[in-house]
């Protein structure tokens, strides 16, 4: 009984850990299938490759600020990469 426990225990640690690290993935997935090749893996809406803050997903570049304004102007509780056909590089 007690190695179940610790068994449960331990897979929920794993997927609670390694969740944050993939969890935005498929936003490359869809900009890349929508046809925004310059959309390579999360440094191109991040400075960082991998965001420190995952569940933040902060500091942006020019690329995820423009997606956040997008989000906050359409009221949206997620990020739509269809937006990016709006994006100006600057």
């Not at 993939?22 to 809406?45: E, H, L, T």
Request: glycine fraction near 4%; aromatic fraction near 8%; charge should be positive.
């Amino acid at each position: 009984m007690r190695r179940t426990h610790l068994s449960l225990l331990a897979a929920a640690a794993i997927l609670v850990v390694g969740s944050p690290a993939n969890a935005k993935m498929p936003f490359v997935k869809k900009a890349k299938d929508a046809g925004f090749a310059y959309i390579q893996n999360c440094a191109s809406c991040h400075v960082d490759k991998m965001p420190k803050a995952a569940s933040k997903g902060e500091p942006f570049n020019e690329v995820g600020k423009f997606l956040m304004v997008q989000k906050a102007k359409n009221k949206a509780t997620e990020v739509d990469v269809a937006w990016l056909k709006d994006y100006k590089a600057k």
